[in-house]
């Protein structure tokens, strides 16, 4: 069964097609109140044995409702969180009012902010020397952007030793209000052990790489104001404060830099995207 149809029907049951990552590798299909994950076994086995550890934590996230095989595929079925996320319930703020409602940014920082204190349940002193390059794709970006692959490395490598005073933790790896409910997070697929702080950033500045024409694939559906952004730091910097760490705050501009990283890589499928990425990429780190 290719892992593209437009629906799946199991035991039953109905699922229609959202989304196929990035990499082709796994496609999310939506039933009534839950969704199916499915792709090769090695994916969907190891994409479960981190949400798994993720749920035993005590992380914001879905339940795992059933697992299985079907004509060679793995899956497995969790539960829905919800009817809409955050992406889209700040764009209908958006249409409505020109900004993000402050009843949805309150509930935003709240599962946020649970989200990040859970999630510092998972830390761990040391961190794999390969863990965050390879979460993150720095090796691909380094490919892709081959006259640059030394500039990149270096940037890399300055961000990394100021970073370096955070635990690492059980990340998310594409952290963002698209994958955020009132209720918690979805889309574990990216999930690796990267440095406290990387999500809670990723989270507020994951916008800044789309662009506002609709001229392209994807664009921005809202933007965060000002006091928005204050606002939700000065939250994080507390969670973190009365967990004995720095404040993240202050590390602003290198998990900006890691997640610009993770923001350029495999975008060849939406190329008018991918070079608006590589141009704003370019302009920020590499001139």
Known sequence: MPISEQSIKLQGKEFILVTTQRTEKISVYKGYNEFLRIGDRENIENNLHQHKQMLGYGLPISEIKEEGTIDNKAYYIESSLGE??????????????????????AQFIEIS?????????????????????LGIH????????????????????????????????????DFNPHNLYPKGA???????????????????????????????????????????KTQYLLEMDDLYIKNGLPRISEYLKEFEFFRAIWSVANMSRWPKLQQFRYDLFKRNYLT
């Open 113 to 133: 902010r649970k989200f990040g204190e859970s999630q510092l349940n998972t830390k761990i002193d040391r961190i794999s020397l390969n863990s965050f390059p």
């Open 138 to 173: 720095l090796d691909v970006v380094k490919f892709e952007l081959e006259e640059y692959g030394d500039k990149i490395q270096e940037v890399f490598d300055r961000a990394t030793e100021k970073i370096e005073v955070f635990p690492a933790v059980m990340t998310h790896g």
């Open 186 to 228: 979805i889309d574990l697929e990216s999930a690796f052990m990267g440095f406290a702080g990387y999500d809670l950033i990723t989270n507020i500045v994951h916008i800044g790489y789309f662009p506002d024409s609709t001229d392209y694939e994807f664009y921005k559906g809202y933007n965060f104001a000002d006091e928005q």
């Open 84 to 105: 809409k996320h955050f992406g889209q319930l700040f764009s209908e703020d958006m249409k409505k009012a020109g900004r993000i409602s402050n009843e949805h940014f």
